[in-house]
């Protein structure tokens, strides 16, 4: 999903994020409304005194656009809100940066559907309020929003986390702010503030509008945290002095460890250097505590010392609203069997019965047929007159009898309770192959060189007509195969087992506001990085075990490709192991200092994620605690299933072998998925190859 976006004004903030946007791919800049000529732009955002110079190139295409980076940018030079066409130009969410409309009568006034507002309203009782790290779960949908002050945004996450540690009685700040463009640079005759004089050499008492807009985030501490502000003479990089009182005795070190594991550890970081303010030029992160400038003043009395970039950090927190508020806002109907009419049409349906053999070739289990049920049955009833249902069986070479869809025969007879013809030819079926109503199953589709490979048969065309495709096959939907991406019709669906699919992936992303928490078992840490990248983003906890942690304690890099997101990640820290698994296994309290790899999870482990398990809405589980199929290496994993079966949450078993193993059990889970690689790249990349969606 590109977002596109558009920025009005074009000073600190507005520069500092149209820097960052254009090393995002996942962001299109439409448009930017600023004083410059195009002939100007390419100095302006390569110099900069305070954040380096950089080297874009612009292109001039001509007195209107310019290209950077491959992106074509309309450049406007207008202050009249209803002369700039930001909707024509493509622009969907647009950052005000100007300063200068500060409510939701004069953001409305923007021809564009969403407004985010880089400064505190004036009509708070209007324009919603957001910071992320504190209240951006809460968003829902609303066209206008603030993102407060730059302030703010050091302070709230901060306070958010602290309360989540312990309960604060009350609090004071003084924030010690970089100078801005608003300021004098030397004395000027405007006696009614301060601000007058000169920031060149002199401190100045300010005042500070983060008191109101903290009651405004966190209405729990509602007239408990007041403060002021002061400016000094340097040209960016803030602290924040904030002086904490809790309600019961609160140890600064031990408050400071469970601030790094706190629910947003890229937004509130913990620096144990002992920096000054220009150390922290650049840092995204809004809230940097300085690990030596705590103090504890009294048991439960505690001075912080909190440093943010107010440019570059504040830009960073607008941009992760901006992709908050596309994630809930995007168009993600999908078109599904409940939008399409059947009667009187011929409907070609791809199913996945890719089902386990026993030793005699028999079906041993026929799960997928029967989660196929629903959708065949559904079209059915609806009045269709043909219904072709295709299917890969297997990994055949060629034409291999073994992987005849054939076995398939008599279950769908069973099942559908009426004759279902073979088309022997598969994907190369011809009409007059299909003269009668009724259904039909084809040859395996893999029995096709093409079906795998479609670049040898780019212009394939089924040799008959179908009025409707329907994907059925959730667990092949991040394949381009022919079957499966291929084959065009004037309508074009997925089937219930596929939306649910997708629904219940959604739930796992955070789209729904449910609390979620991930358990990611198994192995192969290496493939799992871009999925816990993505649920880093969007899940609450994640809790890693199984072979991962083995692999994270030999290469600990692994584990930093995947902190920097919103999620609190929970390493499974004891187990059972030994040298081999053949060996007798041997309990180890400290995964990260054991001799010999854990082939299970451990005590305090399982204890620790029952914690968080009963607290979840959502539990995602994909990958295994343990070797299952070893009669003592299991434990762990089965005690799982068996705490997820009591927990009040809603269970989603992430597919392949997770499911195969919870298949075993009697359990009655929210959702079992029939596709573990399709979950996990769409939890990925969040949509699918094969996924319709309406235009």
């Given at each position: 999903?590109?977002?596109?976006?558009?920025?009005?004004?074009?000073?600190?903030?507005?520069?500092?994020?149209?820097?960052?946007?254009?090393?995002?791919?996942?962001?299109?800049?439409?448009?930017?409304?600023?004083?410059?000529?195009?002939?100007?732009?390419?100095?302006?955002?390569?110099?900069?005194?305070?954040?380096?110079?950089?080297?874009?190139?612009?292109?001039?295409?001509?007195?209107?656009?310019?290209?950077?980076?491959?992106?074509?940018?309309?450049?406007?030079?207008?202050?009249?809100?209803?002369?700039?066409?930001?909707?024509?130009?493509?622009?969907?969410?647009?950052?005000?940066?100007?300063?200068?409309?500060?409510?939701?009568?004069?953001?409305?006034?923007?021809?564009?559907?969403?407004?985010?507002?880089?400064?505190?309203?004036?009509?708070?009782?209007?324009?919603?309020?957001?910071?992320?790290?504190?209240?951006?779960?809460?968003?829902?949908?609303?066209?206008?929003?603030?993102?407060?002050?730059?302030?703010?945004?050091?302070?709230?996450?901060?306070?958010?986390?602290?309360?989540?540690?312990?309960?604060?009685?009350?609090?004071?700040?003084?924030?010690?702010?970089?100078?801005?463009?608003?300021?004098?640079?030397?004395?000027?005759?405007?006696?009614?503030?301060?601000?007058?004089?000169?920031i060149f050499n002199n401190i100045i008492p300010h005042t500070t509008g983060a008191s109101k807009t903290i009651d405004w985030l966190l209405p729990e501490l509602k007239g408990k945290i007041k403060g002021t502000s002061i400016r000094v003479p340097v040209s960016n990089v803030s602290m924040v002095d904030l002086n904490l009182k809790f309600n019961a005795p609160m140890d600064k070190d031990a408050?400071?460890?469970?601030?790094?594991?706190?629910?947003?550890?890229?937004?509130?970081?913990?620096?144990?250097?002992?920096?000054?303010?220009?150390?922290?030029?650049?840092?995204?992160?809004?809230?940097?505590?300085?690990?030596?400038?705590?103090?504890?003043?009294?048991?439960?009395?505690?001075?912080?010392?909190?440093?943010?970039?107010?440019?570059?950090?504040?830009?960073?927190?607008?941009?992760?609203?901006?992709?908050?508020?596309?994630?809930?806002?995007?168009?993600?109907?999908?078109?599904?069997?409940?939008?399409?009419?059947?009667?009187?049409?011929?409907?070609?349906?791809?199913?996945?019965?890719?089902?386990?053999?026993?030793?005699?070739?028999?079906?041993?289990?026929?799960?997928?047929?029967?989660?196929?049920?629903?959708?065949?049955?559904?079209?059915?009833?609806?009045?269709?007159?043909?219904?072709?249902?295709?299917?890969?069986?297997?990994?055949?070479?060629?034409?291999?009898?073994?992987?005849?869809?054939?076995?398939?025969?008599?279950?769908?007879?069973?099942?559908?309770?009426?004759?279902?013809?073979?088309?022997?030819?598969?994907?190369?079926?011809?009409?007059?192959?299909?003269?009668?109503?009724?259904?039909?199953?084809?040859?395996?589709?893999?029995?096709?060189?093409?079906?795998?490979?479609?670049?040898?048969?780019?212009?394939?065309?089924?040799?008959?007509?179908?009025?409707?495709?329907?994907?059925?096959?959730?667990?092949?939907?991040?394949?381009?195969?022919?079957?499966?991406?291929?084959?065009?019709?004037?309508?074009?669906?997925?089937?219930?087992?596929?939306?649910?699919?997708?629904?219940?992936?959604?739930?796992?992303?955070?789209?729904?506001?449910?609390?979620?928490?991930?358990?990611?078992?198994?192995?192969?840490?290496?493939?799992?990085?871009?999925?816990?990248?993505?649920?880093?983003?969007?899940?609450?906890?994640?809790?890693?075990?199984?072979?991962?942690?083995?692999?994270?304690?030999?290469?600990?890099?692994?584990?930093?490709?995947?902190?920097?997101?919103?999620?609190?990640?929970?390493?499974?820290?004891?187990?059972?192991?030994?040298?081999?698994?053949?060996?007798?296994?041997?309990?180890?309290?400290?995964?990260?200092?054991?001799?010999?790899?854990?082939?299970?999870?451990?005590?305090?482990?399982?204890?620790?994620?029952?914690?968080?398990?009963?607290?979840?809405?959502?539990?995602?589980?994909?990958?295994?605690?343990?070797?299952?199929?070893?009669?003592?290496?299991?434990?762990?994993?089965?005690?799982?299933?068996?705490?997820?079966?009591?927990?009040?949450?809603?269970?989603?078993?992430?597919?392949?072998?997770?499911?195969?193993?919870?298949?075993?059990?009697?359990?009655?889970?929210?959702?079992?998925?029939?596709?573990?690689?399709?979950?996990?790249?769409?939890?990925?990349?969040?949509?699918?190859?094969?996924?319709?969606?309406?235009?």
């Amino acid at each position: 999903m590109v977002v596109s976006v558009g920025i009005n004004g074009f000073g600190r903030i507005g520069k500092g994020t149209f820097l960052q946007l254009l090393e995002l791919q996942e962001f299109a800049i439409c448009a930017i409304n600023t004083k410059l000529s195009v002939h100007s732009l390419e100095k302006y955002i390569n110099t900069d005194s305070v954040h380096g110079n950089r080297n874009h190139k612009v292109e001039i295409v001509d007195e209107q656009n310019v290209i950077i980076k491959g992106r074509k940018i309309r450049v406007m030079n207008e202050r009249d809100p209803a002369n700039l066409p930001y909707r024509a130009l493509g622009v969907e969410y647009l950052f005000e940066c100007t300063g200068a409309f500060l409510t939701t009568e004069k953001l409305s006034k923007f021809d564009v559907e969403y407004v985010i507002l880089s400064a505190p309203p004036k009509d708070m009782d209007t324009t919603p309020m957001y910071c992320y790290g504190v209240n951006d779960r809460d968003y829902a949908g609303a066209k206008i929003i603030s993102i407060a002050s730059c302030t703010t945004n050091c302070i709230a996450p901060f306070l958010a986390a602290a309360q989540s540690i312990g309960s604060i009685v009350d609090g004071n700040f003084i924030t010690v702010h970089a100078a801005t463009a608003s300021q004098s640079i030397v004395d000027v005759a405007f006696d009614k503030v301060r601000t007058n004089r000169s920031i060149f050499n002199n401190i100045i008492p300010h005042t500070t509008g983060a008191s109101k807009t903290i009651d405004w985030l966190l209405p729990e501490l509602k007239g408990k945290i007041k403060g002021t502000s002061i400016r000094v003479p340097v040209s960016n990089v803030s602290m924040v002095d904030l002086n904490l009182k809790f309600n019961a005795p609160m140890d600064k070190d031990a408050f400071l460890e469970k601030l790094k594991t706190c629910k947003y550890p890229h937004v509130v970081d913990v620096n144990h250097n002992k920096g000054v303010s220009s150390d922290f030029i650049g840092i995204t992160s809004p809230s940097i505590v300085d690990y030596h400038g705590a103090i504890q003043l009294s048991e439960d009395h505690i001075k912080f010392c909190l440093w943010y970039d107010n440019e570059w950090s504040f830009c960073t927190q607008m941009i992760h609203m901006c992709r908050t508020m596309a994630e809930v806002n995007a168009p993600r109907r999908i078109r599904s069997i409940r939008d399409v009419e059947f009667n009187q049409k011929s409907v070609f349906v791809r199913v996945d019965f890719n089902c386990p053999q026993n030793a005699d070739g028999s079906v041993a289990d026929d799960f997928r047929i029967r989660a196929a049920l629903p959708t065949l049955n559904s079209i059915l009833k609806d009045g269709a007159t043909k219904v072709i249902i295709a299917t890969h069986f297997g990994r055949p070479k060629a034409s291999e009898p073994e992987f005849s869809t054939k076995l398939f025969l008599p279950h769908l007879t069973k099942f559908l309770n009426r004759e279902i013809k073979f088309l022997p030819s598969g994907l190369e079926t011809t009409a007059e192959e299909i003269t009668e109503d009724g259904v039909y199953l084809m040859e395996n589709t893999r029995f096709h060189d093409f079906e795998t490979k479609p670049d040898k048969r780019p212009d394939f065309k089924l040799a008959f007509p179908v009025d409707v495709y329907c994907n059925e096959a959730f667990s092949c939907s991040h394949r381009a195969h022919t079957s499966i991406t291929g084959i065009k019709a004037p309508l074009m669906c997925v089937g219930h087992q596929v939306l649910r699919e997708v629904l219940c992936m959604d739930r796992i992303l955070g789209r729904a506001g449910d609390k979620v928490v991930a358990v990611i078992g198994g192995s192969k840490m290496e493939d799992k990085i871009p999925m816990l990248q993505s649920l880093n983003q969007r899940v609450d906890v994640i809790f890693i075990g199984g072979n991962n942690v083995n692999a994270i304690f030999k290469d600990p890099s692994l584990l930093d490709q995947v902190r920097g997101g919103r999620a609190e990640i929970v390493l499974l820290e004891d187990g059972f192991g030994n040298t081999t698994p053949s060996d007798a296994p041997q309990y180890a309290d400290n995964a990260g200092t054991s001799s010999f790899p854990l082939y299970d999870a451990g005590p305090v482990g399982l204890n620790k994620l029952a914690f968080w398990v009963n607290k979840a809405d959502v539990i995602f589980w994909n990958g295994a605690l343990g070797i299952t199929e070893h009669p003592f290496y299991k434990n762990g994993s089965e005690s799982l299933l068996h705490l997820l079966k009591q927990c009040p949450g809603d269970v989603v078993i992430g597919g392949g072998d997770t499911a195969g193993f919870v298949s075993n059990y009697d359990t009655d889970f929210y959702h079992v998925s029939t596709g573990g690689g399709a979950s996990i790249d769409y939890i990925t990349k969040q949509t699918l190859v094969g996924i319709t969606y309406y235009d």
